[in-house]
């Protein structure tokens, strides 16, 4: 029964906005009511959600193995999102400068292809040692 009542409040809390932002832009005013509108409905299917899923039932780990089981899925996944995060900022700043540097001149293509890879390898990296974590 929770699960429909969620459901329910959850189709409605995402029509009624796109509606008030309708009848807004028909009449031509802003959307500030739309935005409220919205974020009202969004915090309080939030709240409802926590009531209703969240009964008061705690449950918790039995022996100390369980949270070391956690500890390796919590590392695994820093170890590839930060990786990631780094390979990006890297592919950023080496990509830019590669179109910059062909621009001028086409003929360091293969240059400038292998220093994008480089960076790139660094999500490559962390991706293993998320393995070995797990594995």
Known sequence: MAKIILTVILV???????????????????????LAVNILLFFGTLVTADMLLFSGHIYAADTAAASAEGWRYLAAALSTGLSCIGAG?????AASAAIGALSEDSSIMGKALIFVA?????????????????G
């Open 89 to 93: 900022v890297a592919v950023a700043s």
């Open 12 to 34: 409605f809390s995402m029509v009624i906005p796109f509606g008030g932002y309708y009848l807004s832009r028909k009449k031509e005013r802003s959307f500030k009511a739309s």
């Open 118 to 134: 480089l960076a790139e390898s660094i999500a490559l990296y962390g991706l293993l040692i998320s393995f070995s974590i797990l």
